[in-house]
């Protein structure tokens, strides 16, 4: 009889414990927690400064776990430009494709 507590096998395969499930579920909520910081710093990106310490710690952690380093390497060339028209056009698709890879 299969253990509710996280023991027993499914198809072949072990589940994971509670505390890996809690480890996992904090990483996505990490995972989260940094697109919102991108979100509301290209919201605001015509209007203020995107360039914060925040804004970079949340690339180079979602960096850390992307397959696709693209959209991260678009968030970092937007970063670097000086025109506020060109860094906003370069952050929208690259959110959306953040938004894609943190909601799967």
Sequence with gaps: MEN???G???RGKERPTIREEMVLLSLRLAEFEHL???EN???RCRSEDMRTQEVKQALKNLAEVMT???PIKQMWDALTTENEESCCQLVDPALAALRIYVMR
Excluded: C, N, S
Aim: hydrophobic share 60%; no cysteine; net charge negative.
């Design 68 to 70: 696709d380093p693209w």
């Design 4 to 6: 509710r507590l996280g």
């Design 41 to 43: 710093a290209v919201e």
């Design 8 to 10: 027993g096998a499914v």
């Design 36 to 38: 919102a910081m991108l």
